[in-house]
């Protein structure tokens, strides 16, 4: 583990802030409420609520929050990219009376896709992550009211013993996909100012068209804020690749959230190599209305969506 600073240096304090402004706090929390009392606290025993087991926060519990974390990140994107019925969708200001792409199971497509064909170094992921920490720290953020509930005056102490264990996560096998989250959470918090809502990521607590714009920004080849995030990186060759990398992920999952929506994933049996029921896209685009399932992925096209014959 790297040695650790005193709990209110200047690396301290960022750290504090990526941590809240992630939402990877409130998906702790979410998680695990009793993180709050394991042992080591001691200093708030008698605040400690009924019923809810003291615990240990370990690298697995962290690592289950990330994923939460992600999870909730990418239903959030998915609803941007198809809205539909569901409660991502509905919040974000945008929704319809159908299901969308989190039906389609997106989200699954989407993580496979970022960690197949998106490999970041860890190194240029821990140098990024510890620029985002130092432009966080100049403008400090409160802990969200959604986990303020929760940890009460435990706040600062849950947050050192997180920081402590997110660590320990970074410097093993860090997933690209939550690598990813954070960093669009991180982005989203900065851009709206905010994190509080329903859901422990803060991109998915943006409206809809406060992601368009989230994602104008960071697609920019002039953008403030891809500037802002990476200026602090030490490697130069890192800083300098920094912006045309976030560039192209936040592209990558954009596109890759709207394909995964209308393709055949979430209903294709890979062992039969066959669809097993109809897919959700040709549902929502009416795509040949009447052809039965088994015809889909046969050798031969079934035909030209609307009968069209050219373009």
Same mark, same amino acid.
């Given at each position: 583990?790297?040695?650790?600073?005193?709990?209110?240096?200047?690396?301290?304090?960022?750290?504090?802030?990526?941590?809240?402004?992630?939402?990877?706090?409130?998906?702790?929390?979410?998680?695990?409420?009793?993180?709050?009392?394991?042992?080591?606290?001691?200093?708030?025993?008698?605040?400690?609520?009924?019923?809810?087991?003291?615990?240990?926060?370990?690298?697995?519990?962290?690592?289950?929050?990330?994923?939460?974390?992600?999870?909730?990140?990418?239903?959030?994107?998915?609803?941007?990219?198809?809205?539909?019925?569901?409660?991502?969708?509905?919040?974000?200001?945008?929704?319809?009376?159908?299901?969308?792409?989190?039906?389609?199971?997106?989200?699954?497509?989407?993580?496979?896709?970022?960690?197949?064909?998106?490999?970041?170094?860890?190194?240029?992921?821990?140098?990024?992550?510890?620029?985002?920490?130092?432009?966080?720290?100049?403008?400090?953020? +409160?802990?969200? %009211?959604? /986990?303020? !509930?929760?940890? #009460?005056?435990?706040?600062?102490? @849950? $947050?050192?013993?997180?920081?402590?264990?997110?660590?320990?996560?970074?410097?093993?096998?860090?997933?690209?996909?939550?690598?990813?989250?954070?960093?669009?959470?991180?982005?989203?918090?900065?851009?709206?100012?905010?994190?509080?809502?329903?859901?422990?990521?803060?991109?998915?607590?943006?409206?809809?068209?406060?992601?368009?714009?989230?994602?104008?920004?960071?697609?920019?080849?002039?953008?403030?804020?891809?500037?802002?995030?990476?200026?602090?990186?030490?490697?130069? +060759?890192?800083? %300098?690749? /920094?912006? !045309?990398?976030? #560039?192209?992920?936040?592209?990558? @999952? $954009?596109?890759?959230?709207?394909?995964?929506?209308?393709?055949?994933?979430?209903?294709?049996?890979?062992?039969?190599?066959?669809?097993?029921?109809?897919?959700?896209?040709?549902?929502?685009?009416?795509?040949?209305?009447?052809?039965?399932?088994?015809?889909?992925?046969?050798?031969?096209?079934?035909?030209?969506?609307?009968?069209?014959?050219?373009?």
């Amino acid at each position: 583990m790297s040695e650790k600073q005193p709990s209110n240096s200047p690396v301290n304090t960022g750290r504090r802030q990526l941590l809240i402004g992630s939402g990877l706090l409130g998906a702790a929390v979410a998680v695990n409420p009793g993180m709050a009392f394991g042992r080591g606290w001691g200093r708030d025993r008698d605040n400690v609520q009924e019923n809810v087991e003291p615990v240990d926060w370990t690298v697995e519990q962290l690592r289950t929050a990330l994923d939460k974390l992600r999870d909730d990140t990418f239903f959030g994107l998915t609803a941007f990219a198809v809205p539909g019925n569901d409660p991502y969708s509905e919040y974000q200001g945008r929704s319809t009376p159908a299901p969308g792409g989190i039906a389609t199971r997106a989200d699954l497509y989407l993580a496979g896709g970022v960690n197949l064909l998106l490999p970041l170094p860890a190194a240029f992921m821990q140098q990024l992550l510890a620029s985002i920490a130092t432009y966080l720290s100049l403008s400090p953020m +409160d802990i969200p %009211e959604m /986990a303020s !509930g929760d940890v #009460g005056e435990n706040g600062e102490w @849950i $947050l050192e013993n997180l920081d402590s264990t997110f660590t320990d996560y970074l410097e093993g096998e860090a997933s690209n996909t939550v690598l990813a989250a954070l960093l669009l959470n991180l982005a989203a918090t900065r851009a709206a100012g905010s994190v509080d809502g329903p859901f422990p990521s803060p991109f998915a607590n943006l409206s809809w068209e406060q992601k368009a714009q989230l994602f104008e920004e960071l697609e920019s080849p002039h953008s403030w804020l891809k500037r802002a995030l990476v200026w602090n990186i030490p490697d130069r +060759d890192f800083r %300098e690749a /920094a912006p !045309g990398v976030i #560039g192209s992920l936040v592209s990558f @999952i $954009l596109r890759i959230g709207g394909f995964a929506s209308y393709n055949e994933f979430a209903v294709f049996d890979p062992a039969t190599r066959e669809v097993v029921q109809r897919p959700l896209g040709w549902v929502l685009s009416q795509y040949a209305p009447d052809a039965p399932p088994s015809s889909i992925g046969s050798d031969d096209f079934i035909g030209y969506y609307q009968g069209r014959r050219s373009v």
